[in-house]
């Protein structure tokens, strides 16, 4: 069956350092992937979208590859700040069907000053 | 622009019980889509609906009901509640059914005892 592995549950960065975000999947062939970000109590927030033919994509201080051949997604918010912590989700589709979108389940991700 | 509004933000029910859950959004999307979040687990898609008057099942649907009778309007009925019910239900809305960013709204926790 098709699945989304997030690299961790959590990850903890120093401010300043960069944090990099993983997304793994198997069993599926998605024509676009997306991250968002989730505060606690509050619904998921989109930040960036990639389709399969674009190997990279950067907004302001955000980047994300896409590698079909690894099957995976990384995803780097450089300069990282407290305010960046934050759960961040990963969700792969394809253009054949609106029920094929797939979420991981998320990595917490904690700045400390 | 209220963006997608849900409502309530928290609800407990009785095992048997009936309810929907109400979702509004204010940006003339076509595509709108209700969506499950359980510890541990990504966003599960329930429901969804590419306009008025279409919806479709999605990923978990058994013990949801949905109707699309406008644009702006997309709720979500349970028909008997099970605790395995117990969630946090997202409302979602994008302009189209593929390759674009979803608008999700605050969410819906229910608990069903």
Redesign the interface.
């Known amino acids: 069956s098709q699945k989304?592995e997030q690299n961790s549950e959590a990850l903890n960065i120093q401010e300043g350092k960069t944090a990099t975000l993983t997304c793994n999947y198997t069993n599926y062939s998605p024509?676009?992937l997306?991250w968002y970000r989730q505060d606690p109590?509050?619904?998921?927030?989109?930040l960036l979208?990639i389709?399969e033919n674009e190997k990279e994509k950067r907004k302001e201080r955000l980047k994300v590859t896409f590698d079909t051949t690894l099957k995976q997604s990384l995803f780097h918010i450089t300069a990282s700040q407290p305010a960046d912590s934050a759960t961040y989700?990963c969700?792969l589709?394809d253009?054949s069907s609106?029920?094929k979108?797939?979420?991981?389940?998320?990595t917490r991700l904690s700045i400390r000053p | 622009n209220a963006g997608v509004t849900q409502t309530p933000k928290f609800q407990v029910l009785k095992t048997g019980q009936s309810m929907t859950l109400q979702c509004a959004q204010d940006m003339n999307h076509e595509y709108m889509s209700w969506y499950r979040q359980d510890p541990g687990m990504g966003l599960r898609l329930i429901h969804y609906s590419v306009g008025a008057g279409i919806t479709d099942q999605g990923e978990v649907p058994n013990g949801y009901n949905v109707s699309r009778s406008t644009t702006e309007d997309f709720p979500l009925r349970l028909l008997s509640a099970a605790p395995s019910q117990t969630s946090v239900y997202f409302c979602a809305s994008s302009y189209s059914i593929r390759d674009t960013e979803a608008f999700f709204g605050q969410g819906t926790r229910l608990t069903v005892v």
Request: glycine letters at 20%; aromatic letters at 16%.
């Open positions: 989304i024509a676009y997306q109590g509050r619904g998921p927030v989109f979208l389709r989700l969700a589709g253009y609106a029920s979108i797939i979420f991981g389940s998320g």
